[in-house]
């Protein structure tokens, strides 16, 4: 089920918002519970049943953890038996026909696989390890009662595409949670930010970088394939921030308050900032359970911080999907930002000359790695990116851009304005202004423009538009 669709905002959301409300508060964590499970069966009926498994498995082996802490050795042996059934689990559905595949090359002859991949398997296995670690290193007890660890791993606000949810950020919460009117209008207005961003920007975006992408190299001219990578880095940035933000936004609906994952990373300044602002929470994740256990940078070793960063990146880029492409994206990051640790660049710049070319060499390495990341082959993106330089003998320019622009300057502004920090600053402004009758009118303005939002991406809803997730398929 989509967050984006009228069955669930017409239907699943006001069922749930009525029944949570309606409930007292000791039944209210057992209907989420049942609710969010009937999300996820909603169109995986059969994979459930997955997920389930792994709440029971992660809840016997964080009890287990926990009655032999403080027996080091037997700890850390039930650990490695977790966190491998986790990553077996995440293996056998996501990597398996990948593994099979790569290794047939080399004539073994293994019998093919094709399994089905359960919709965000890697967003509830990472959350599930992280809560299983953190009572393994005593950060958060053990909690007895399953429902609440079943509702941790699957509550559907962020269930499907994040933000990766650590235990510890919200453990208070699900037992203890102030539902205020205040709070829910917070997630009500969230919500409908996200849900423009998908529906208005990613949506048409997408448009835009499809009939790019699909357009032979010949007929692709140099500015259109310019046009085709941007629309596609717009697309991404709206379509994953917008599920995250519709996320958060349905969690202040629940009285639960979910950390960030996006503050506008391309306005980063270089590729480690850009990480920073980029998917906050698996960079966090990869960051406490993968990067500081094994030594991060504080290692005297150079060699040894630049095979920490190449684990880590290797890994980010495999975690994305069982493809080529994805692990060559990781390494490139790999690459970029080992050059950054070592070099100290572009800390060392004084100037601001340095420092704006290297912002914009940033921005070019994150759109050559979208054009890595959206193409269906490492072939396909080499031709796609040789396009871009005129060097697969196409024109320099095309009908097609003309059309483009006629069709979709207006999501293209906004989509350039909204991914920088503008309406921000100008909201910031006026909630600072000392004028009254300003921020009156701005509230006023507010209200309409939400109201207008929702309503005409209802109507490209109700159109049929272009609506699947990107990341689903991680």
Excluded at 189 to 212: E, P, S, T, W, Y
Excluded at 222 to 242: E, K, N, P, T
Aim: aromatic share 20%.
């Amino acid at each position: 089920m989509l967050f984006s669709s009228n069955i669930f905002i017409f239907l699943f959301l006001t069922v749930a918002l009525a029944g949570y409300y309606l409930l007292h508060k000791p039944y209210r964590n057992i209907f989420l519970l049942l609710m969010s499970l009937l999300f996820y069966a909603w169109g995986e009926p059969k994979f459930v049943i997955v997920m389930i498994g792994s709440i029971i498995f992660n809840y016997i082996m964080a009890m287990v953890i926990g009655r032999f802490r403080e027996r080091k050795k037997t700890a850390k042996a039930l650990l490695a038996i977790c966190v491998a059934g986790n990553l077996g689990l995440l293996f056998t559905f996501k990597y398996l026909g990948f593994f099979i595949s790569n290794i047939n090359r080399f004539g073994i002859g293994l019998p093919m696989v094709n399994l089905a991949l359960p919709i965000g398997i890697s967003f509830f296995t990472f959350q599930a390890m992280s809560y299983v670690i953190d009572v393994y290193r005593g950060d958060v007890q053990v909690q007895l009662k399953p429902h609440y660890i079943g509702l941790y791993i699957s509550f559907f606000p962020q269930l499907i595409a994040g933000p990766i949810v650590r235990y510890k950020d919200i453990e208070e919460q699900i037992d203890h949670r102030s539902n205020d009117f205040d709070q829910f209008g917070d997630g009500v207005r969230r919500f409908i930010i996200g849900f423009g961003k998908k529906i208005l920007l990613a949506n048409n975006m997408a448009l835009i970088a499809d009939k790019a992408f699909a357009l032979p190299d010949a007929e692709r001219s140099v500015i259109y394939a310019w046009l085709g990578a941007l629309a596609y880095s717009f697309q991404i940035l709206f379509d994953f921030s917008g599920y995250s933000d519709m996320a958060i936004g349905l969690g202040k609906m629940f009285g639960f308050r979910f950390l960030e994952n996006f503050n506008y990373p391309y306005i980063s300044q270089s590729i480690s900032e850009f990480w920073r602002r980029w998917h906050m929470s698996l960079e966090q994740w990869f960051r406490d359970y993968v990067y500081f256990p094994l030594g991060g940078s504080r290692t005297k070793s150079t060699i040894r911080l630049v095979f920490n960063l190449f684990v880590v990146w290797a890994l980010t880029g495999a975690w994305h999907g069982a493809n080529w492409n994805f692990i060559l994206w990781g390494l490139l990051y790999f690459v970029l930002i080992a050059f950054e640790k070592l070099t100290g660049y572009p800390q060392k710049f004084k100037s601001p000359v340095p420092k704006g070319l290297y912002r914009a060499f940033t921005l070019l390495c994150v759109l050559g790695g979208w054009v890595l990341f959206r193409a269906s082959g490492t072939t396909e993106a080499i031709k796609y990116g040789l396009s871009m330089f005129g060097l697969r003998d196409n024109p320099l320019f095309c009908d097609n851009v003309i059309l483009t622009f006629r069709e979709y300057w207006l999501f293209l502004v906004a989509a350039a304005l909204c991914s920088t920090e503008l309406f921000k600053r100008l909201r910031s402004r006026v909630d600072n202004s000392g004028r009254k009758a300003v921020r009156i009118c701005a509230n006023a303005f507010t209200v309409v423009f939400y109201l207008f939002c929702f309503f005409w991406s209802v109507s490209f809803l109700i159109l049929g538009a272009h609506n699947p997730f990107i990341y689903f398929n991680f």
